[in-house]
């Protein structure tokens, strides 16, 4: 018993500080992750296409289907234009979170989607997302890498 207490402590001072973005204590950086990951989702809800790609690094590597990661600018905006055509509306309901490191930030939620083709027939997904942002000059954050499908390795 008192190994097992040895390694709480241990774990406790190892394991970095890995708070919800939306907690109260959360650090302005993490804030600000989630803001940007709020506002690219917005974005591409509304159709804002200018916006949702200003969300990312011009190198950017997006991953509309698992293991299949697409870094074209052209083919990224011709996609999120294709899928904002149905109206996708997202639900994060599980909530947030946010690990900072410098200017690395990673962002893991599960998320829901649903939306509607253009003939009224309803879909409805649902993933892992992981995106790795970071710091730009001007302060503010941008994805590098984003994979909604991050959770398909477990099933």
């Not at 890995?18 to 993490?30: F, P, S, V």
């Not at 289907?65 to 234009?81: G, H, I, N, Y």
């Not at 503010?140 to 477990?154: A, C, E, Q, R, T």
């Amino acid at each position: 018993m008192k190994h097992v207490f040895a390694w709480i402590i241990a774990l406790a001072v190892i394991i970095p500080h890995n708070l919800a973005a939306e907690d109260h204590g959360a650090t302005k950086d993490e804030k600000d992750v989630l803001a940007a990951i709020q506002t690219m989702t917005g974005s591409f809800q509304s159709g804002d296409i200018d916006t949702v790609m200003n969300s990312y690094e011009s190198k950017a590597t997006v991953l509309f289907e698992p293991a299949t990661p697409v870094s074209d600018r052209a083919v990224l905006e011709q996609m999120f234009t294709g899928m904002a055509a149905i109206n996708p509306v997202f639900d994060y309901n599980k909530g947030h979170e946010v690990i900072v490191n410098g200017d690395t930030a990673v962002h893991i939620a599960p998320w829901v989607m649903t939306a509607k083709t253009p003939d009224g027939q309803e879909i409805q997904q649902s993933g892992l997302s992981i995106a790795v942002l970071n710091r730009q000059a001007d302060g503010s954050w941008k994805m590098v890498i984003d994979n909604p499908h991050g959770g398909h390795l477990l099933n």
